[in-house]
T-cell receptor, first 113, second 111 residues
Framework: DAGVIQSPRHEVTEMGQEVTLRCKPISGHDYLFWYRQTMMRGLELLIY????????DSGMPEDRFSAKMPNASFSTLKIQPSEPRDSAVYFC???????????FGPGTRLTVT | RKEVEQDPGPFNVPEGATVAFNCTYS??????FFWYRQDCRKEPKLLMS???SGNEDGRFTAQLNRASQYISLLIRDSKLSDSATYLC????????????FGTGTRLQVTL
């Protein structure tokens, strides 16, 4: 079975550029989560969706961040404009209804110069 | 104060040793608890859930102390392959979908 798929795996961009991260959750999972991980702050939940609907975006740092889930098999996290402090590993995770266990993708390592 | 606190380590132990990590949480309305494992430059993966009565999975034992608001993970007979970061995770009552992660404790098992 394919796990959670994320692309790109690495992204290097210049400050001010738009960055789009992509995620394909595990088929049949109702929940999708976006996290950011840094050395200083650890893993932080940015936003999560249930059945493609955003439920809690209180972790989104500011208006430069936006996330969409147009269908059950695809989600994007967009940063526009990007800043060096956005450099982190961004993980997407999904889980089925009725389970607490979240399955993480391999992450996208973002570097903003 | 962070909601979920862990000693970052690293804990350096020889193969075969027993090692224990603690994690404290600040919100008493905490419902469920887990340990995740994260290998270097990899994604986190569920290691085990933590039940009120304590639970064991092979060489791993997890304990919960609600009165003192901490959970623990004990690893017996450490293996080189146990080297990783161990993340304490809490779910608060009423937020069943949100995992709150500690920053992790790094374990390095050596020969």
């Amino acid at each position: 079975d394919a796990g959670v798929i994320q692309s790109p795996r690495h992204e290097v961009t210049e400050m001010g550029q738009e960055v789009t991260l992509r995620c394909k959750p595990i088929s049949g999972h109702d929940y999708l989560f976006w996290y950011r991980q840094t050395m200083m702050r650890g893993l932080e939940l940015l936003i999560y969706f249930n059945n493609n609907v955003p439920i809690d975006d209180s972790g989104m740092p500011e208006d430069r961040f936006s996330a969409k889930m147009p269908n059950a098999s695809f989600s994007t996290l967009k940063i526009q404009p990007s800043e060096p402090r956005d450099s982190a590993v961004y993980f997407c995770a999904s889980r089925p209804w009725g389970s607490y266990e979240q399955y993480f993708g391999p992450g996208t390592r973002l570097t903003v110069t | 104060r962070k909601e979920v606190e862990q000693d970052p380590g690293p804990f350096n132990v020889p193969e075969g040793a027993t090692v224990a990590f603690n994690c404290t949480y600040s919100n008493s309305a905490s419902q469920s608890f887990f340990w995740y494992r994260q290998d270097c430059r990899k994604e986190p993966k569920l290691l085990m859930s933590v039940y009120s009565s304590g639970n064991e999975d092979g060489r791993f034992t997890a304990q919960l102390n609600r009165a003192s608001q901490y959970i623990s993970l004990l690893i017996r007979d450490s293996k080189l392959s146990d080297s990783a970061t161990y993340l304490c995770v809490v779910i608060y009552t009423g937020t069943a979908s949100k995992l709150t992660f500690g920053t992790g404790t790094r374990l390095q098992v050596t020969l």
